[in-house]
Every structure is written in C-alpha cells, then in structure tokens.
C-alpha cells in the first residue's frame, strides 16, 4: 500500500510539472523575443572580460534603487528639451515601417519608445533597453495605460544591450551614447543584434569648446568627429548626418553596419 501510494504521488507530481506553463527566469537567457516576457535582464549573464571603462560611475545615478522617475520626466519630457521639442520630426526622419523591430537603447522614461509601438503597428515590436530597472518598470506601467502590447522592456548590463544576434531592424540611440561606459563592448553587442541591412540612428550632443554650454563640456567626452570615429572603428559606417531644423544642441546620423569580417 505504501509503494502503492507513493507511485500516485509521484505521477500526479509528474503531471503538475509536465502541465506547466514554461516561462524563463528573470536572469537567465530568457529571449528578449518571446512575447510572454514584459521584461527581462541581462544582469545576470554570462559576460565577457569587459575592457577598460571610459567614465567609470557615470551610470551610478540610473542603477540606484532610489532613482525617483517623475524627477527625470520633469527633465526628459519638456518642450523646453531640443529633442522632446523636435521628436515627431526625429521620428519622421527614422523612417519606422510597420512590423519593423527597434532597439531603443537607453529608452530613460520611454518617449520615443511609446512612439515606436505605435509605428511599428500589431505586426511589429520595440524593446525599451535601459541600464536602469526603474525606467524599465514605468515603461511597462505606461505601456499597459496605453494599450501597448507590443513592447519587452530589457534591463542591460554596462557594456552590453543584451539583446540575441540579427534580432532587430533598427537601433535607436538618443542622447545615450556619452553614457556607455564600455562603448566598444556595448556597440559589439549592437552590431551583433542588428540585422544585415538594418539602419542605426544616434542623436548626441554638440561638444563644440567654446561654443557648447559649460554642462555639455563637462558631461559628454567625446564631440561628433570623434564620436564617427568610434563608430567606425567599432564596425559601423555613417550613411548621412540628419539635418533637422532647430536642431541646435545635437545632431543625428543614420548609420548601417558592416560585415564582422571587415570591423577593424
């Protein structure tokens, strides 16, 4: 009787588990693809040897578990800001077709993200990929109050957007790149996630001495033929520089990638 019972518990544990349903665990691989997931991380991956940082503790503000987000949509989402001002003609210059897949990296409070999701269509699909869980967390609380299905937000490490290889169309990039700490690293791992064929676009700020106001000098490291430069050298080549009226304080390239073969 006793073996018998403990063969009935055995097959209806069977059962319970085989029935299941499957969803990754936050940490792990989970596919940043799979539509079961709102969010996942690249936290926790396996990575590399990073090389050395270009600005370390830049992100320290973005990684506090405190990070207040209602103080940086007061500083985000202002018309006050050129590229809140100027974002219907950013995105018109984007060129976002329906059932295309983005990569908004360093998606801060999601501005440009809800744009995308509404762009791309059902048949599309956005990934909001910011270093800060807070962002993440409201992204996904916005995209609920606006019916958006159609968005993963994905936690990224410092030197990785965390992203599988050829998974996206388009990588956006918007007053983000002066704050990856690891570029070479991070601009690998986007190279790796965008398809062959596939455009990037980078807005970043004028850094122009003598000319730029004090807080860009002292914040961004790199001005825009250094920045080309880097990009270059990471696998990536300039179509066009973007001209947008009233674009004062930053510029906008669209650039493709290069064949990993030919990276120097």
Same mark, same amino acid.
């Given at each position: ?37 709102? /969010? ?14 270009? @600005? ?7 990684? #506090? ?9 007061? *500083? ?17 210059? $984007?060129?976002?077709?329906? %059932? ?16 995308? $999701? @509404?762009?791309?269509? #059902?048949? %599309? ?15 996904? *609380?916005?995209?609920?109050?606006? %019916? ?7 936690? $990224?490490?410092?030197? !990785? ?12 990039? $918007? ?19 965008? *398809?062959?064929?596939?455009? /990037? ?11 730029? *106001? ?30 947008? #009226?009233? /674009? ?12 990993? !073969?030919? #990276?120097?």
């Amino acid at each position: 009787m006793q073996r018998l019972t403990l063969s009935l518990l055995s097959l209806i544990f069977l059962l319970a588990t085989s029935l299941a349903p499957f969803r990754p665990a936050v940490g792990q691989q989970a596919h940043p693809l799979d539509p079961r997931e709102k /969010m996942v991380t690249g936290q926790d991956a396996a990575a590399p040897p990073r090389r050395q940082s270009v @600005k370390p503790g830049i992100n320290d503000s973005f990684t #506090n578990p405190e990070l207040k987000v209602e103080e940086f949509i007061q *500083r985000f989402e202002i018309e006050s800001r050129e590229i809140y001002d100027l974002r219907q003609e950013i995105l018109e210059r $984007c060129r976002i077709q329906v %059932g295309e897949r983005i990569a908004d990296v360093g998606a801060g409070t999601g501005l440009f993200t809800r744009q995308f $999701c @509404k762009a791309v269509g #059902n048949e %599309g699909w956005v990934f909001a990929v910011d270093i800060a869980p807070r962002f993440i967390e409201h992204i996904n *609380r916005q995209a609920d109050l606006h %019916g958006l299905r159609n968005v993963t937000g994905v936690i $990224c490490r410092e030197d !990785s957007v965390a992203l599988p290889p050829d998974s996206v169309d388009v990588v956006f990039i $918007c007053d983000t790149y002066h704050h990856f700490e690891y570029p070479a690293d991070t601009m690998a791992s986007i190279h790796s996630a965008l *398809r062959v064929g596939g455009r /990037m676009y980078l807005i970043d700020f004028e850094r122009d001495p003598g000319v730029s *106001r004090e807080w860009i000098l002292d914040h961004v490291r790199a001005g825009k033929a250094e920045v080309i430069r880097e990009l270059e050298s990471f696998g990536f080549e300039v179509v066009e520089e973007l001209k947008i #009226n009233r /674009m004062e304080d930053n510029y906008m390239l669209h650039l493709r990638k290069r064949p990993s !073969s030919t #990276n120097n």
